[in-house]
Structure formats: C-alpha cells, structure tokens
C-alpha cells in the first residue's frame, strides 16, 4: 500500500466525512458505467455482499445501498422503520443526534428524547427506566461514535437493555463502521447506519444500512418518502439484483468497491482500527505535550476524532491557525459543541502515523501565540 498522500492532492483531510481517500480509490472513477449493464450491478451486489463478510453478519442480515449523503440514510431508515403507531426514543448528546430529532420532527413521528451533554455518556439505568416507564416507545436509536466531539457511546451497554424489553434498535455509526470493530449480530443491532466517505475510505454520494432481514421485512408500506424508502430500495435490488431504483452514484460505487478492497487488503476492521488507534495516539501524546486539552475523557473517546480546548490566549484566533496549518497541508475542523470553546482534528483516511507526527510539527511551528 502506498504510504502517502497523493503528491497531486493540495491538503491532507483530517475532517472525518469526506476523507482523504487513496489515489487507486480516485482514479476509479475515471470511467463511465452504465446503470443497468449486468457488470455494473455485479460491482452493486459485490458491495453488498462484501459489507456483511467485513462486519461479520451471516445471511440473516442485508445490506442496502442508499443515495445521497450520510443524513439521507438516517432519514430513511428513520422514516422507514416505525410503523404509522410506532415511537422512537432517541438518545442524544451531540449534533448528530440531535439531527436525529430534526428527522423524527419533520416526519411527525411521535418521539422522546433523553439529552445529556455533549461530553456525557447515558446511563443504561436511566434508559431501562424509561423504557419501562412508556411501553408506547417501539424503537430507540443512539449516535455510536458522536462525530461532535469523538465521544464514543457506549452501544454494548445499550443494546442488552433495549432487547430486554423487545425493542428495536437502531445505531448510526456513520463515523465508526469500518474503524471500529462492532459486533453487530451479538447486540442484535436491527438498524445500523453509516456512508461511503468515512472509515471504509470511499468518496461522498451515497450510505449504506445494515439491517437485520426480519426487522426489514416487517417495513413495508411504512416509508414516508418516496425516493428514501429503504423498503422498496432493498424490495428492487433483491428483485433486480443490484439495480437501484433510482440512477445511483456509479462512479461513487465504483470507487466504493476499490475503498472495500483496500480496507481487505489492510487486514479487515481490526487492522484499520489499530492504525487509527495509533494515529490518535501520537496525535493526543503531541498535543498535550503542546499545551492542548482534551475535551472529552480518554475512557470515553473514539480514535475517530478528537475535540481540543481552544487556548485562551487573548492572541489566538482559529481562523488563522487553520490558515497556517492549511498553508501546511492539513485541514482540520472547527468545533460544534454548544458550551465549549473547541476545535477538531479527525485522524480517519488514508492517513497515517507519519502524517500525525508531520502535523503535530506543523502545530508546533505554527503556534503564533505562544
Ligand atoms: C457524518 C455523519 C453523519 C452524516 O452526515 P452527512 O453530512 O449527511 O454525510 C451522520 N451521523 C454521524 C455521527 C456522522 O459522523
């Protein structure tokens, strides 16, 4: 595998979603495919077939692909899966999840919400307790990996509680799946969500849903939308293998495919997720030793992305330091928490623990305020 980034690409991404993605999987996408050619629906099916062997499901799982971007799969397996009586209990503590909240609200799904702060996590006894005390609630979905700030919620603890009471249960792991080895069938996940340009390392233009077959089959007629009922999108591609209803992304699939090759070839999820784990590590040891804090407690971090403090130095600006360090070849992300001062740094991609200790030097030079 080659190590670097692309001599021809400008910058390195370290904002998990889109990624910097390797130079195979870029060029790709330099043909044109047609969408209902058999040797292009062989590439659909291969995709599909291949995201249940990476994550370890069997045949009572499947896998449907999705057009758009990450949300777009969100809402269609919100707007899909809860039947006309059904309600969602949604567990947030972050912007994604309160995205969640958004979908439910304009779908005029009937839904509860149990907040807590962007650097907290749920507790399972909190959840029982709700769960016990309103038998309306038919589903429950939580963020894995908060993309907000990189907290990484506790799903193992989660998913024991809500299938004790029967429920089912959904997950976007939108910024996780690939990264982070997830026993999906173990929990029995009904519903897990994530998209083509975070950690299996393809480009943006559509998301995938893992779901388990029986929980699917029960959706019909539910769908709220048209063109985002994952329903009739599975129904279609079952029927017509790897046709999809609607013109797809081919180029975007076909890159897809080279990303699922590449993450193979590097050993599967275990080995991406210890490369990431390293990444994260050199990126956390260097900046504390510049001075940087954490946001979030290390026993409740993902090695997806991280939230650091802003200094507080009256001569400190981010705009400026993202400035110099883009002038460097890193672009990195503003903060999105509500009650504190941050800014990210993603470390999923094509990146690698070189390109950690490149940037932790360029911090270093490019600290102004100091
Ligand atoms: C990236 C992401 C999404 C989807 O975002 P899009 O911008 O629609 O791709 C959803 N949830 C989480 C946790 C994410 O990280």
Redesign the pocket.
Known sequence: MEQHQAADNHYLLLT??PLTTSDTVKQTMLKDWCTWDNDYKEIVQEIRQSLLQITGLDQTYTSVLMQG????S?ESVIGSVLPPDGKLLILTNGA?GD?IVKIATHLRIDHTVYQRTENEIHSTEQLDLLLQEDPAISHVVV?????TTGILNPIEQFAPVVKQHGKTFIV?A??SLGGIPIDIKGLQIDFIIS?A??CIQGV?GF?FVLAKKEALEECKTYARSLSLDLYDQWAAMEQDPGKWRYTSPTHVVRAFRQALWELIEEGGIEARYQRYKENHRILVQGMNALGFQCLVDEENQSPIITSFVNPSASVYNFQQFYNLLKEKGFVIYPGKVSYADTFRIGNIGHVFPEDMERLVSSIRASMFWK
Do not use: A, I, W
């Not at 971007?69 to 777009?72: A, E, L, P, R």
């Open positions: 998990p979603g971007s990450g949300t777009f969100v994604y995205r963020v894995h990996c908060e993309t976007d939108m910024s998209s340009n975070k943006p998301g």
